[in-house]
């Protein structure tokens, strides 16, 4: 009988674990039995493996092999095990020592002709096994672009098992490489190129000076999705753990750049409006996966021709724009998904969305049904709602020339320090962060600056929680304006933006 241990990592959602591999041979007729709550994806390594092993050291043991993946509770997923279990097995059968295993995480796919294959995650799997106290991982070679930006794991790369087995023989080293250098202001438009609209070119910079989501309402062709698509451009670049948390999702999810891996500008993602409720929020069978909106973690959710998503869809986004993050459950247990972005919604005034209002064709009835789609609890939680007019003139100059990005940043980074400093001892960073009970007692407003917010309240024509969006609104305006705390022309200002009229 002989026995051998490996490390490999089980991923739910982004969180890992570690998943010890022990490899048993025994006596008795051959069989291999695989045991640990595998899918069924993981199942079939047994015959991905088995003929791996074979095609490259030229046997697999003709004893009894039993396979136990370790926490047994825990539901292993996926075929980044392959690897882990083939190498467990030739060191139980003694034909490549174990002196290396211990402390070292094996990731990949076996082709049936030994070659290692990538798998998604190794970005989150190696992560959790810094933290788990692991110093070394061996992965496939093409996934080595995102292994190498985890500090303190040493890392080599393989395109074949045999490659493998000649670095556990001490025979050759591995494959390494360093994290790429990137241009992280590539690819994103500047606002230069938009014409006009004055008003909605200001919500753009509240609404990232201050986190908060954002309704673009006007007929088609007005430079709403033009709008949209430059606000990461307005945004801080990401760094530090808020770089890593976003390239793990982007990682699982199997969307990484080879040529630049880290995620240092905000994300922007735009489904189609007939994308469905799993593809949205994150699904999928047995364990989920992520969807759009973990997608656009700390970046921003573009959903163009909100009206046309239905009911459904917008409502699924309440919870998440809430809690900055999506809970799924499955019959194979529930993940956790970070989705803590920007929404911002762009929609026409009506079904037939002429360019000039007078020409609509569309009856009230029409008008109500289409726009009430958008309902009332969601919208509620949109901070800034604009009306879009027709562009008048192409050259511009009727509301001057155009401010680029990088001088519209400029402000936006100053009023986010503003209130990142004042936040700091709460751990918020911007003012879409914050409860309203704060804003309301630690950090309250005088009568005077309130009072017409007050008088909304009254009338009903503001909610309480509309309320609480209101105060963050005016104070984003006031650390824009640079003054110390918001008086009652940004309170008023803000009402203006959370105006119903305009969606």
Same mark, same amino acid.
């Given at each position: 009988?002989?026995?051998?241990?490996?490390?490999?990592?089980?991923?739910?959602?982004? /969180?890992?674990?570690?998943?010890?591999?022990?490899?048993?041979?025994?006596?008795?007729?051959?069989?291999?039995?695989?045991?640990? $709550?595998?899918?069924?994806?993981?199942?079939?390594?047994?015959?991905?493996?088995?003929?791996?092993?074979?095609?490259?050291?030229?046997?697999? +043991?003709?004893?009894?092999?039993?396979?136990?993946?370790?926490?047994?509770? %825990?539901?292993? @997923?996926?075929?980044?095990? /392959?690897?882990?279990?083939?190498?467990?097995?030739?060191?139980?059968?003694?034909?490549?020592?174990?002196?290396?295993?211990?402390?070292?995480?094996?990731?990949?796919?076996?082709?049936?002709?030994?070659?290692?294959? +990538?798998?998604?995650?190794?970005?989150?799997?190696?992560?959790?096994?810094?933290?788990?106290?692991?110093?070394?991982?061996?992965?496939?070679?093409?996934?080595?672009?995102?292994?190498?930006?985890?500090?303190?794991?040493?890392?080599?790369?393989?395109?074949?098992?045999?490659?493998?087995?000649?670095?556990?023989?001490?025979?050759?080293?591995?494959? #390494?490489?360093?994290? +790429?250098?990137?241009?992280?202001?590539?690819?994103?438009? &500047?606002?230069? &190129?938009?014409?006009?609209?004055?008003?909605?070119?200001?919500?753009?910079?509240?609404?990232?000076?201050?986190?908060?989501?954002?309704?673009?309402?006007?007929?088609?062709?007005?430079?709403? #999705?033009?709008?949209?698509?430059?606000?990461?451009? %307005?945004?801080?670049?990401?760094?530090?753990?808020?770089?890593?948390? @976003?390239?793990?999702?982007?990682?699982?999810?199997?969307?990484?750049?080879?040529?630049?891996?880290?995620?240092?500008?905000?994300?922007? @993602?735009?489904?189609?409006? =007939?994308?469905?409720?799993?593809?949205?929020?994150?699904?999928?069978?047995?364990?989920? =996966?992520?969807?759009?909106?973990?997608?656009?973690?700390?970046?921003? $959710?573009?959903?163009?021709?909100?009206?046309?998503?239905?009911?459904?869809?917008? /409502?699924?986004?309440?919870?998440?724009?809430?809690?900055?993050?999506?809970?799924?459950?499955?019959? *194979?247990?529930?993940?956790?998904?970070?989705?803590?972005?920007? %929404?911002?919604?762009?929609?026409?005034?009506?079904?037939?969305?002429? +360019?000039?209002?007078?020409?609509?064709?569309?009856?009230?009835?029409?008008?109500?049904?289409?726009?009430?789609?958008?309902?009332?609890?969601? %919208?509620?939680?949109?901070?800034?709602?604009?009306?879009?007019?027709?562009?008048?003139?192409?050259?511009?100059?009727?509301?001057?020339?155009?401010?680029?990005?990088?001088?519209?940043?400029?402000?936006?980074?100053?009023?986010?320090?503003?209130?990142?400093?004042?936040?700091? &001892?709460?751990?918020?960073?911007?003012?879409?962060?914050?409860?309203?009970? @704060?804003?309301?007692?630690?950090?309250?407003?005088?009568?005077?600056?309130?009072?017409?917010?007050?008088?909304?309240? *009254?009338?009903? =024509?503001?909610?309480?929680?509309?309320?609480?969006?209101?105060?963050?609104?005016?104070?984003?305006?006031? /650390?824009?304006?640079?003054?110390?705390?918001? &008086?009652?022309?940004?309170?008023?200002?803000?009402?203006?933006?959370?105006?119903?009229?305009?969606?």
């Amino acid at each position: 009988m002989a026995l051998a241990r490996a490390w490999a990592i089980g991923l739910l959602g982004i /969180d890992g674990r570690p998943v010890e591999i022990e490899a048993d041979i025994g006596a008795g007729l051959p069989r291999t039995t695989l045991v640990g $709550l595998p899918d069924p994806g993981l199942r079939e390594a047994k015959e991905r493996v088995r003929a791996a092993v074979r095609n490259t050291v030229g046997g697999w +043991p003709d004893q009894p092999v039993t396979l136990g993946l370790s926490p047994a509770n %825990l539901p292993k @997923v996926g075929s980044g095990y /392959d690897l882990g279990i083939a190498v467990a097995v030739l060191a139980a059968a003694g034909k490549v020592p174990a002196t290396r295993l211990p402390g070292t995480v094996l990731l990949g796919e076996l082709a049936l002709d030994g070659r290692i294959r +990538p798998v998604r995650g190794v970005l989150p799997a190696l992560l959790a096994a810094r933290r788990a106290g692991l110093t070394r991982a061996v992965v496939p070679a093409e996934s080595l672009f995102e292994a190498v930006l985890v500090d303190g794991v040493r890392v080599g790369g393989a395109a074949r098992l045999a490659e493998v087995l000649g670095w556990l023989r001490g025979e050759q080293e591995l494959l #390494t490489a360093e994290p +790429p250098a990137e241009d992280v202001a590539a690819g994103v438009p &500047d606002l230069v &190129d938009v014409l006009g609209q004055p008003e909605a070119r200001w919500a753009l910079e509240v609404a990232a000076a201050g986190g908060h989501h954002l309704l673009l309402s006007g007929p088609p062709g007005v430079g709403k #999705t033009m709008l949209a698509r430059r606000l990461p451009g %307005l945004l801080p670049r990401l760094a530090g753990e808020d770089s890593l948390e @976003v390239t793990a999702v982007h990682s699982v999810h199997g969307s990484l750049s080879p040529s630049s891996p880290l995620v240092r500008v905000p994300p922007f @993602v735009a489904p189609h409006h =007939s994308i469905t409720p799993a593809a949205l929020v994150g699904g999928g069978s047995g364990l989920a =996966s992520p969807g759009a909106i973990s997608q656009a973690h700390l970046g921003v $959710l573009f959903l163009d021709e909100a009206c046309e998503f239905g009911p459904k869809l917008l /409502d699924s986004l309440r919870t998440a724009v809430e809690d900055g993050e999506v809970r799924i459950s499955r019959q *194979r247990g529930s993940v956790s998904f970070p989705a803590r972005f920007q %929404l911002v919604l762009a929609t026409n005034p009506c079904p037939c969305a002429p +360019p000039r209002e007078a020409d609509c064709s569309c009856s009230p009835s029409a008008r109500r049904r289409y726009l009430g789609r958008l309902s009332g609890p969601l %919208l509620d939680r949109v901070d800034l709602r604009v009306r879009m007019r027709p562009i008048t003139a192409m050259n511009g100059r009727e509301c001057g020339e155009p401010e680029p990005t990088e001088q519209v940043r400029a402000r936006v980074l100053r009023a986010r320090e503003r209130a990142a400093l004042r936040w700091s &001892d709460h751990g918020w960073r911007t003012n879409a962060e914050v409860p309203g009970p @704060v804003l309301r007692r630690e950090y309250a407003l005088p009568a005077s600056a309130t009072a017409l917010l007050d008088t909304g309240l *009254r009338r009903g =024509s503001v909610t309480a929680r509309g309320a609480d969006r209101c105060l963050r609104i005016a104070w984003t305006l006031s /650390d824009l304006a640079g003054t110390e705390r918001p &008086d009652a022309d940004h309170v008023a200002s803000a009402l203006e933006f959370r105006d119903r009229r305009a969606a």
